[in-house]
């Protein structure tokens, strides 16, 4: 998995427009048309955001894996 900037400080924040809420998933994803196959993005998503940020990108066919976030 390649990052693609560095880790924010402090706790990480679901990206859900407009949460505040803890992240407690990993959304990995790619977009073929853009990425190489190996290259994961990550969206982080709390609890009541898991389903719908997962849907989003799984309608699109991007979303490759949900995960729990590193400890």
Request: glycine letters at 4%; one cysteine or more.
């Amino acid at each position: 998995m390649t990052a693609d900037h560095a880790e924010p400080e402090g706790p990480a924040t679901c990206s859900a427009k407009g949460c505040q809420q803890p992240a407690t998933w990993q959304l990995l994803w790619n977009n073929p048309r853009l990425h190489t196959p190996d290259r994961r993005k990550v969206w982080l998503a709390c609890d009541d955001h898991r389903e719908s940020l997962s849907d989003f990108l799984g309608a699109r066919s991007f979303l490759t894996d949900v995960v729990p976030p590193p400890s």
